[in-house]
């Protein structure tokens, strides 16, 4: 990485501090780093018993363009796109610098490698809808996530659901995407441009679940779409969604709901082939699957399928 | 200066000026005539910040209103983004910054304001950069020391070009080599809109050992200047531009 851990204030802010907001005159307590990028740092603090997120930098433009992100995201109405933006405010450090901050809704979640590590491969059909579904959200109200990747996911325990964390990359649609990872970036393989549409997004998806099975990344090397195929191809868990995904890679779908369709089949149909080996079923189990889940995606969860899943 | 334009200078090098003057004082030249001058130096494996006598890059960079960066080649194509897209913000806020001196005044910027009128002021800022056109005249060291990173930086500026031509505001590039095959400085390709025209003239091979930054860097200057005579001339009876400041 080129962005090195200078000894900033920011980025070792002991334990125990009060951060003093300037403008504001809230005070958070730290309690302990959650996290560290490109642009500032994160630490779990508390105000007045509350458990907190508080995102510090010295770039303040930076933090500026976050907050800004965070309260159109927060203006859109239905299911929640970000985590919840509580106070921005400036802090003078001990050392007479000034550093922009902000305080967020703290989420306590596992990063998803892990969980799927623990948990089985199971879970990777009911992820993924809830991620297109969150997408579907972001892309409706006019952005794109931008820099969607295995780190800026978190699973919220009981029942668990994905979250997207850090809007960092987030851009308005039709403009140049803000901040990307290369091994997720379009771009990168020449697979499309960096322009900021829901494809960009879809295009990450899939390199999410690749990513899961190859921890540690691969690189460029000749034609991308090739390359790209052969590894998706000897990955077993997403042997049902090939097809699917190599749709997403080439771009193929302009919006998350049409993803999310051959995604709800492609389920649909796993559960029919899991199920028939049943000789008999509970009449509970007997209603069709695709009615099933999109029920359950109706109310907002994908729990049922998940469950479905495991039978 | 024509409002609503950015122009640039991206020096990419791997060592110090060795021929024709110090190119520092050059770069506060092309500063004073609204060019802000960028400089990427790519490091050896074995060298660190501190080692490598780079530090005529930060020198350039800080006359030049710009952008330093010291980076090695496997980072070079992200690096290369930043630099450009962080100057162009840099440029912006300064005006703004200015603005605000005017109406606020004295000593007052960006930070002196509250959060949440900063937050509108981002969103301006960030518009103009988005909308605003930008020219990049990029400037490649091409002597003996950079014949192995040649290919890496011919893969970054593709990179740079992607990420530019995603935004909604025009683009226009132009390409020069230091030290160039007769003179000091040669032109690879010529102003276009994006970077396709570099494919074949694209250097493959480095040329002698000279360094002539400073001579390189005058007629990166020059060349802007021609390009915006020859421009004004063709759109002399034109409607001028919507100004965005």
């Known amino acids: ?311 | 200066m024509e409002k609503g334009t950015l122009r640039q200078i991206l020096l990419i090098t791997d060592g110090c000026s060795n021929r024709g003057g110090d190119p520092v004082p050059v770069a506060a030249l092309a500063y004073e005539q609204g060019i802000t001058v960028n400089v990427i130096g790519i490091m050896e494996q074995h060298e660190s910040e501190e080692t490598s006598g780079l530090q005529e890059v930060e020198n350039i960079a800080a006359s030049g209103g710009g952008i330093s960066q010291l980076v090695y080649p496997a980072s070079l194509s992200q690096t290369v983004q930043m630099v450009t897209k962080q100057a162009m913000t840099q440029t912006i806020q300064g005006f703004v910054n200015k603005e605000l001196e005017a109406i606020l005044g004295k000593e007052e910027s960006l930070e002196s304001v509250d959060p949440e009128k900063r937050g509108e002021i981002m969103e301006v800022v960030e518009d103009m950069g988005e909308t605003c056109k930008l020219e990049v005249l990029l400037l490649i060291d091409t002597s003996a020391s950079m014949y192995h990173k040649l290919a890496t930086v011919k893969e970054a500026l593709i990179d740079l070009s992607i990420s530019l031509n995603a935004r909604v505001g025009e683009n226009e590039f132009s390409m020069y080599q230091f030290p160039g095959k007769r003179s000091d400085i040669e032109s690879i390709m010529k102003w276009s809109p994006n970077l396709d025209g570099m494919y074949d003239t694209f250097p493959k091979l480095a040329s002698g050992g000279i360094t002539p930054t400073g001579p390189a860097l005058q007629e990166a200057i020059y060349q802007f200047g021609k390009q915006n005579l020859v421009r004004s001339m063709k759109r002399s009876d034109a409607q001028s531009e919507e100004e965005f400041l």
């Open chain 1, 1 to 311: 990485m080129m962005h090195k851990a200078k000894k900033n204030s920011y980025n070792a802010i002991p334990i125990g501090t009060r951060i003093r907001g300037k403008w504001h005159h809230h005070q958070y307590v730290v309690h302990k780093r959650l996290g560290m990028g490109a642009i500032g740092a994160v630490y779990l603090c508390s105000m007045n018993g509350r458990k907190v997120a508080l995102k510090v930098s010295e770039k303040n433009t930076s933090i500026t363009i976050e907050v800004n992100v965070l309260k159109a995201l927060q203006k859109v109405q239905g299911n929640q796109l970000g985590p919840s933006l509580y106070d921005v405010d400036d802090w003078v450090a001990k050392d007479g610098r000034t550093y922009s901050f902000y305080v967020m809704e703290y989420i306590k979640g596992e990063p998803l490698d892990r969980f799927i590590r623990r948990n089985g491969t199971n879970w990777i059909g009911p992820f993924l809808l809830q991620l297109l579904n969150d997408l579907e959200g972001l892309h409706l109200a006019g952005w794109v996530f931008g820099d969607l990747k295995i780190d800026n996911l978190l699973i919220y325990p009981k029942p668990p659901r994905v979250r997207l964390i850090d809007v960092g990359g987030t851009t308005q649609q039709g403009r140049a995407i803000k901040e990307y990872t290369e091994f997720y970036d379009r771009g990168y393989w020449q697979l499309g441009s960096r322009k900021a549409e829901p494809s960009y997004d879809l295009f990450a998806v899939v390199m999410i679940f690749i990513h899961l099975f190859y921890p540690n990344r691969f690189e460029k090397q000749g034609e991308s779409l090739p390359l790209l195929r052969r590894k998706l191809s000897a990955i077993r868990a997403l042997e049902p969604y090939q097809t699917c995904f190599d749709k997403a890679l080439r771009g193929v779908y302009k919006t998350s709901a049409e993803m999310k369709e051959d995604v709800i089949y492609i389920v649909a149909r796993q559960h029919q082939t899991r199920s028939s080996m049943h000789k008999t079923l509970p009449f509970w189990k007997r209603t069709t699957p695709v009615e099933y889940i999109s029920t359950s995606l109706i109310t907002g969860s994908a729990y049922g399928i998940a469950y479905l899943l495991t039978l």
